[in-house]
């Protein structure tokens, strides 16, 4: 499956964005989707999966700030983030496995590029 992440951008703190991951492929709702995200200078963080069943896990950080939610019908994931921090400034980048959620990266079997948001105070 390939991934293209978009829906990135500048906003102001207290702002919301809402990213998309669009998929190819005809197995897409066969495939867990993630979203993670990378800060500057830090490593790659899990933010939210969901299965093709629509079950969702967040981390802890973003509960109450971010929903995840898929249209297998267009092969798209979306990451709506709300109330939104110069801290979650990072490049948004989604990926998928087809067995479990998993929290780490070098778990993904699939990447997309990502996109970038900036959050500014």
């Known amino acids: 499956v390939q991934l293209q992440a978009s829906g990135g951008g500048s906003v102001q703190a207290g702002g919301s964005l809402r990213l998309s991951c669009a998929a190819s492929g005809r197995t897409f709702n066969s495939y867990i989707i993630h979203w993670f995200r990378q800060a500057p200078g830090k490593e790659r963080n899990f933010v939210a999966a969901i299965s093709g069943g629509g079950g969702r896990t967040y981390a802890q950080s973003a509960k109450g700030r971010v929903t995840i939610s898929r249209d297998n019908a267009k092969n798209t994931v979306y990451l709506e983030m709300n109330s939104l921090k110069p801290e979650d400034t990072a490049v948004y980048y989604c990926?998928?496995?087809?067995?479990?959620?998993?929290?780490?990266?070098?778990?993904?079997?699939?990447w997309g590029k990502g996109t970038q948001v900036t959050v500014s105070s």
């Open positions: 990926a998928a496995r087809s067995t479990s959620v998993s929290p780490n990266r070098g778990d993904m079997s699939y």
